[in-house]
């Protein structure tokens, strides 16, 4: 099976520093992928990369078949690679409803999907975290993406808004969207993910199942630390 991701040897330098060294892994259909790491272990900027906000320095991206290294995000955007920040990204003066007609496409049934249709005349800024992340995430999936790069959903999130978010990436993954997950929430990350990359100082430290990952020498003396547990 050919992979629907493939990042090959991709390296990102800011100066001297070293933000990603050869990283390699690949994606595939349906698949959802988690990544974990602690605070500057470089999650984000290989979120840059694959998405098109940043360059590699060196090392390819491959994106069904094609090779989207350097491509601008709206390109990507267009072959079905989208990805979500952290920092929600949406028009906050205006409604739910106008958020998604200024995005375009098919959005009715996407609203309603999410649980927005009856908040719809909202004004976003007036909308709660959980709500405001699933517009996001709702806004994303205008695009018919066959690929979702989500950038710790769960953060900032109550435990009723993270219930919430967990049926909707359910949904996702039953309409078979290609997902991948950063996120420092281990439990609600390992809840839907059936393999996991660890990344600490741009390195590539473990890639496994959870319950491999979690287990593994190297990732708790660099990130769980003793006496993890996911529960």
């Known amino acids: ?108 049934g996407i609203m309603k999907e999410l649980g927005l249709w009856g908040k719809r005349n909202m004004v976003a800024k007036n909308l709660s975290q959980g709500d405001l992340r699933k517009l996001n995430i709702g806004l994303s999936l205008t695009t018919k993406p066959k690929l979702l790069l989500l950038d710790e959903p769960f953060s900032g999130l109550s435990p009723k808004e993270c219930a919430e978010l967990h049926a909707v990436i359910d949904h996702l ?26 990344l600490n100082y741009g390195i590539l430290l473990c890639e496994g199942k959870p319950d491999e990952v979690v287990n593994d020498v190297k990732v708790i003396e660099a990130y769980l630390g003793d006496g993890y547990a996911v529960a």
Do not use: W
């Open 173 to 198: 993954k039953e309409r078979g969207v290609t997902m991948v997950i950063i996120e420092h929430k281990l439990k609600e990350l390992f809840s839907h993910v059936e393999r996991v990359l660890v």
């Open 1 to 108: 099976m050919k992979p629907l991701l493939k990042v090959e040897n991709v390296k990102k330098k800011f100066g001297e520093l070293v933000a990603l060294e050869n990283i390699s892994f690949e994606v595939f259909d349906r698949e959802c992928l988690g990544i974990i790491g602690p605070n500057g272990a470089g999650k984000t900027t290989l979120f840059n990369v694959i998405s098109g906000h940043m360059r590699p320095t060196e090392g390819r991206v491959f994106f069904d078949g094609k090779d989207i290294t350097g491509k601008r995000p709206s390109e990507l955007v267009k072959l079905g690679l989208v990805r979500t920040f952290q920092i929600i990204r949406a028009f906050r003066n205006m409604t739910v409803e106008e958020n998604f007609q200024a995005v375009g496409g098919d959005y009715e």
